[in-house]
């Protein structure tokens, strides 16, 4: 079972650009939301949390339907150094320590 | 910024062979994790760690796998027998808080098992 679905991409914009990237989530008891990013052979780091009401950090949106079981991220203004792989990320329910299920990705390059 | 720090960054060893990968965590956290990714696959939870014992593993985490705390400092995975297929990046993470996904992951160890 997947439990994480995204988009692999890849997504190639110009800067200025805005772009979207869309994730499912399978399992209904998920419980904590989070877009991660991924640099080339680097660590998982946090980008952003994702709130029911949504949420906003600077360029970034992060939009999460319960209902509809999908997050979505939205980049305004792309920059180069925006380019990485972008990681949706859910903790389920009854985890202790809130283990993190990943997908699989969505890779963006941002070109001058 | 506190770093999660991980020894080597990248371990050669041939099948059937124990490795031991390292992790300092961060030195307030309590919170500890080991994560994996093969090339070109998504990252995979292995296991979970709290108070000196395993909070949750996953299927993956089997027999040949261990962890240890072996003193305040350092947070240890071990594979016992290697095998190819356990060529991969293994991170190891640590929380302040548990369970809020916030965590800091260290820069990884590759591991090539050949």
């Known amino acids: 079972r997947k439990e994480v679905e995204q988009d692999p991409g890849p997504f190639n914009v110009p800067e200025g650009a805005t772009v979207a990237f869309n994730c499912t989530y399978s399992n209904s008891a998920s419980q904590s939301f989070f877009w991660y990013r991924q640099d080339c052979r680097k660590e998982p780091k946090l980008l952003m949390s994702v709130y029911s009401s949504g949420n906003e950090d600077g360029r970034f949106t992060a939009q999460l339907n319960r209902a509809s079981q999908y997050i979505s991220l939205l980049i305004r203004d792309s920059k180069l150094s925006d380019s990485a792989t972008y990681l949706c990320?859910?903790?389920?329910?009854?985890?202790?320590?809130?283990?993190?299920?990943f997908g699989r990705g969505t890779q963006l390059t941002v070109w001058p | 910024e506190p770093e999660v720090t991980q020894t080597p960054s990248h371990q050669v060893t041939q099948m059937g062979q124990e490795v031991i990968l390292r992790c300092v965590p961060i030195?307030?956290?309590?919170?500890f994790y080991w994560y994996r990714q093969i090339l070109g696959q998504k990252v995979e939870f292995l296991v979970s760690?709290?108070?000196?014992?395993?909070?949750?593993k996953s299927e993956i985490f089997d027999d040949q796998f261990s962890v240890e705390r072996p003193d305040g400092s350092n947070f240890t995975l071990k594979i016992r027998s290697t095998k190819l297929e356990d060529s991969a990046m293994y991170f190891c993470?640590?929380?302040?808080?548990?369970?809020?996904?916030?965590?800091?992951f260290g820069s990884g160890t590759r591991l090539t098992v050949v």
């Open positions: 030195s307030n956290h309590l919170y």
């Open positions: 760690f709290y108070n000196n014992e395993i909070s949750e």
């Open positions: 990320v859910v903790i389920v329910g009854g985890s202790t320590l809130g283990r993190l299920y």
């Open positions: 993470a640590s929380s302040g808080t548990g369970g809020n996904g916030g965590y800091t």
